[in-house]
């Protein structure tokens, strides 16, 4: 088993037969393999049990895989689905202060660029309990930036939010891939439309990359609401 950063790799990310189990035997991934074919927004569907989440932590470094290889040509970072799980300190500047890289000195200028990159400019005093759902996820999807992770893996970042909020942070995400690289994990179908490509997970393996209108169109097909993945 390899978890490695490869900054020569010509994929921002590329998993091969990776195999995870939890401690009680049961298998979450099974020789999952597949790359991102260059920058932009990626999206993975599946019902619950099918391994998306576990992936994410795999490719972060919070789990360790069985066995495979995680190969990353830049690097990552986590946004979880309830941003509350990630967000530390009390104001947005001292959020973004804290995730900037180690040995970076604090540059106000550089908090407010990165706030203003995803639409909080001048929140930088702002306490972080009065924001909405909405702008804690754009809060945490600002720490990834400013920490300088290229790969953005985003756990249902929409699934607490309201449709307005939910447009919002998938626009934004949009905006931003590429030349960013971001792998959305989502359930609903809807989302697929705005993407660059989609797969399926099923069982713990990964399907084919193809266009996110056409993966909509097949799980429709067989039956799915036309809100949820699985």
């Known amino acids: ?37 260059g920058p932009g927004l990626w999206m993975l ?3 619950n049990g099918s391994g998306k989440s576990t992936l994410l932590r795999l490719i972060t470094g919070l789990l360790k895989p069985e066995s495979g290889q995680i190969l990353r040509g830049c690097s990552p970072a ?28 604090l540059e106000r200028g550089r908090i407010d660029a990165a706030l203003e990159q995803v639409g909080l400019a001048g929140l930088a005093e702002r306490p ?48 931003l891939c590429p030349p960013l690289s971001a792998l959305w994990v989502t359930h609903r179908l809807e989302e697929l439309d705005h993407c660059d490509g989609a797969l399926r997970m099923e069982g713990g393996q990964a399907g084919h990359w193809q266009s996110g209108q056409e993966l909509r169109r097949q799980l429709e097909r067989q039956g799915l609401p036309r809100g949820t993945a699985g």
């Open 128 to 175: 972080i309990h009065s924001l909405s759902g909405g702008q804690k996820q754009r809060l945490a999807i600002a720490s990834a930036l400013i920490s300088g992770a290229q790969l953005l893996l985003l756990d249902e970042p929409t699934a607490l939010l309201d449709p307005d909020s939910q447009q919002s942070v998938l626009t934004l995400i949009r905006e």
């Open 1 to 37: 088993m390899a978890e490695r950063s490869t900054p020569a790799l010509p994929s921002p990310l590329q998993i091969e037969r990776l195999r995870y189990r939890w401690p009680n035997g049961a298998s979450a991934l099974e020789h999952c393999s597949f790359k991102l074919p």
């Open 45 to 47: 569907v599946g019902g």
């Open 78 to 105: 986590l946004v979880f689905q309830n941003p509350d799980h990630q967000l530390l300190l009390p104001s947005c500047g001292s959020e973004l202060a804290f995730h900037r890289p180690a040995g970076h000195p």
